[in-house]
């Protein structure tokens, strides 16, 4: 099972977890959207993401008010 972390400390906008997520998934610089319909095709419809099975998501009390 791949296992991505995702770090609530690196980002305060919704821009920043999208791209925090776009290299976590893909390494530097790594696309991942930038609204929840990229999102969605990423987890599902089969653009970008091919083994990714779980996210964990640490601090996330500290994003969850962005």
């Known amino acids: ?3 991505e972390i995702l770090d609530g400390n690196l980002f305060d906008c919704f821009e920043g977890f999208y791209c925090t997520l776009g290299e976590e998934v893909n390494g530097p610089g790594g696309y991942f959207g930038r609204n929840g319909n990229a999102l ?3 987890f599902y419809r089969g653009f970008g ?5 779980e996210v964990t998501w ?5 994003s969850k008010n962005y």
Not at 58 to 62: D, M, V
């Open 58 to 62: 640490k601090n996330h009390e500290r």
């Open 1 to 3: 099972m791949d296992r």
């Open 49 to 53: 993401v091919k083994s990714m099975s």
């Open 40 to 42: 969605d095709d990423c």
